[in-house]
């Protein structure tokens, strides 16, 4: 059974894992938005999702771009979790997991580091 959790308390879990980071990553994030949904519509199970150019790949050309977007994804997360100290758990790793995409790290790196 889903853990049952209102929209601000779930978008305050997002926030305090976006505090986690150290500050030197969160001031070197760059022209990103990070955004709560339902549900991706093509993959209903998916947690979060990256999607832009990763700091990694920007060159010369870059500019005048819209935001890169990091969707966490509420009803999965809520789905998959047993009460709300997994949710708080599972919402901080998903955040960190989708940041690091931004910063250029893969998935095979994350796994390997811990955070997949």
Not at 5 to 10: G, I, P, V
Not at 54 to 65: P, V
Not at 86 to 97: K, S
Request: aromatic share 6%.
């Amino acid at each position: 059974m889903p853990v049952e959790m209102t929209r601000a308390r779930f978008d305050e879990l997002v926030g305090d894992a976006l505090d986690l980071l150290p500050p030197e990553f969160a001031s070197a994030m760059n022209n990103v938005v990070v955004l709560v949904e339902d549900r991706h519509p093509e993959e209903p199970e998916l947690l979060g999702l990256y999607e832009g150019i990763a700091l990694t790949e920007r060159d010369s050309t870059y500019g005048g771009s819209l935001p890169d977007r990091i969707t966490i994804y509420r009803d999965a997360l809520l789905d998959m979790c047993a009460d709300e100290e997994e949710v708080v758990d599972e919402v901080a790793v998903t955040v960190i997991h989708e940041i690091a995409h931004h910063f250029g790290i893969d998935d095979e790196k994350l796994h390997e580091l811990g955070w997949g």
